[in-house]
């Protein structure tokens, strides 16, 4: 059974930090491109990182600079680094698990991150 199990999530003040994490069970991690997505309320889920299996890295214009996306294969999880959060980065975060020969694709349950003062 899969599964992607994400943490870190929380309320934190404009301008701080969070660190999400990803862990994942059930499926070969190193064959997993691996992503995370954000979808606010009333909005539509999007793209907001995603690492592929060789380490390359994909951020939404609205991220760079400030979210850094990280995979640890050793212990099957993916990580997300967010620096100078602002309000409008307030969204429940998913993970995505993506396998590069398009035997599978899987969300987790999502974590919620708040950004407010």
């Known amino acids: 059974q899969v599964q992607l199990l994400e943490s870190g999530g929380g309320l934190v003040q404009p301008g701080g930090s969070l660190r999400l994490s990803c862990a994942a069970s059930?499926?070969?991690?190193?064959?997993?491109?691996m992503g995370w997505y954000r979808q606010a309320i009333g909005k539509q889920r999007e793209l907001v990182a995603t690492i592929s299996t060789s380490i390359s890295t994909n951020y939404a214009d609205s991220v760079k600079g400030r979210f850094t996306i990280s995979r640890d294969n050793a212990k099957n999880t993916v990580y997300l680094q967010m620096n100078s959060l602002k309000p409008e980065d307030t969204a429940v975060y998913y993970c995505?698990?993506?396998?590069?020969?398009?035997?599978?694709?899987?969300w987790g349950q999502g974590t919620q991150v708040t950004v407010s003062s």
């Open positions: 995505n698990a993506n396998n590069v020969y398009g035997r599978g694709y899987y």
């Open positions: 059930g499926i070969i991690f190193s064959r997993y491109a």
